[in-house]
């Protein structure tokens, strides 16, 4: 069974809220086994709805629309879908009834307006709602099942899974969606590639998808099969070749952010966290506390962005700001070993750089300094970023929490400096 989803509402197209509705219905769909082969997002315009509507009912077996069955003047969703199945809006009274009872039980004084809500295309079943005062509709056109569901959010997902994913989940019969994604750090999206191709040349079945971005490359893995556990049957052994084939830049197999996987391994051992932060300014230090029970392990980070903060807080020498400069992996390790010795941490990670656009410290924008300290274990890594100043930062925090990872699970050599 093929599905497209179709998101009504020009304050979509201008960017004002995202199209959350989509993600969360294709998720949906995938693990009943429906294949979602397009999305499309319209405005309110009654000629573009239809168009969106027909080309859905030209490509797909199942169209889901969401959004425009409000009362105002600019939910037109109703009247479109009406046009495209040839048929005449009809004012249903068991609607209208229920709208009125909806308001009275509110206590609210019902504006005449939300009676439009009551009208319905000739032919079309009606979805009751229990949040709201807008019913779904569920109409046949041309062969294709037609879903039009309500633009909130809570109220589309009530109908979903009341109703439409019910039906059909019925209707494609035995059939399932799994998928599992790997993600990596420390290594180019080319590379990725390069290591695995083999493995999807010949295979429709699972398939494969790369995304790079923020300092990271993920790996999706997608299997189609009779249920879910055969699927992930299929994408259990692609999973442990491509993760023995990329090695040491795996950090999790589970989708889970770098942040969480490094409070799991610091949690596990029992060891304890501390951060000293330049060019991020605090960022690292709230990446690690967005995870829940993140006070069990982490202690605290010094944003020290000026040399003499570095040289009074820190204790980052003199000779060291007026030699290598605060971008080098001599200030790196001493801010790691003034924020160990400042917090009394088992563990400390500390970041400098330039995050441009400007040279900094002697550095040219896109130099990252990262360095670890720990008992007996003295790390330095330097590596240069592209992009503008919020890649550059981003890339700074992922090889803080990398080292750290690499270090909890005994890949950093004891005193290791290396410009990557």
């Not at 009654?46 to 168009?51: D, F, K, L, Q």
């Not at 809006?89 to 009676?115: D, Y």
């Not at 969606?177 to 080319?190: L, Q």
């Not at 942040?259 to 330049?278: H, P, Y």
């Amino acid at each position: 069974m093929r599905a497209e989803v179709v998101g009504v509402g020009t304050e979509l197209l201008l960017g004002q809220i995202p199209n959350t509705n989509a993600q969360w219905i294709s998720e949906r769909l995938a693990e009943i086994g429906v294949d979602v082969l397009h999305h499309q997002v319209v405005g309110d315009n009654p000629e573009r709805i239809e168009e969106a509507l027909r080309h859905a009912i030209s490509h797909a077996d199942v169209a889901i629309v969401t959004g425009g069955l409000g009362p105002t003047q600019d939910d037109i969703t109703r009247q479109a879908v009406a046009v495209v199945a040839g048929a005449r809006m009809l004012r249903r009274p068991e609607l209208e009834e229920m709208i009125r009872e909806k308001f009275a039980r509110a206590t609210r004084q019902m504006p005449q307006s939300n009676l439009v809500q009551a009208d319905v295309p000739e032919g079309a079943r009606v979805i009751l709602p229990e949040r709201g005062t807008a019913p779904g509709l569920a109409v046949e056109i041309e062969g294709t099942l037609l879903y039009a569901l309500p633009g909130v959010p809570a109220e589309m997902r009530e109908m979903m899974e009341e109703t439409v994913l019910p039906e059909l989940a019925s209707l494609a019969g035995p059939a399932s969606i799994a998928s599992r994604i790997i993600r990596c750090v420390g290594i180019p999206e080319s590379r990725v590639a390069e290591l695995t191709d083999d493995l999807f040349q010949a295979s429709a079945n699972p398939t494969v998808a790369y995304l790079a971005g923020g300092g990271e490359v993920k790996v999706r893995f997608t299997a189609k099969a009779s249920s879910r556990e055969d699927a992930e049957a299929l994408l259990e052994p692609l999973v442990e070749e491509v993760v023995r084939r990329i090695g040491d830049h795996v950090f999790t197999t589970t989708d889970e952010e770098l942040e969480e996987t490094v409070g799991r391994l610091l949690r596990d051992a029992g060891k304890t966290l501390a951060c000293a932060e330049s060019l991020t300014g605090g960022e690292l230090g709230a990446r690690i506390t967005s995870v829940p029970g993140a006070s069990e392990y982490f202690l605290g980070s010094a944003v020290c962005y000026s040399p003499m903060a570095k040289r009074t807080i820190l204790g980052v020498s003199q000779e060291t700001i007026d030699g290598p400069g605060v971008v080098s992996a001599e200030c790196a390790r001493e801010m790691a070993w003034g924020a160990r010795r400042l917090f009394g941490a088992d563990i400390a990670v500390a970041l400098t750089g330039a995050a441009g656009p400007q040279p900094h410290g002697g550095a040219e924008p896109g130099q990252i300094w990262a360095a670890l300290e720990a008992e007996g274990v003295s790390h330095q890594r330097g590596l240069r970023s592209p992009g503008d100043r919020d890649l550059v930062r981003r890339w700074a925090e992922q090889a803080g929490l990398d080292l750290v990872r690499r270090h909890l699970q005994g890949k950093l050599l004891p005193d290791d400096h290396r410009q990557a």
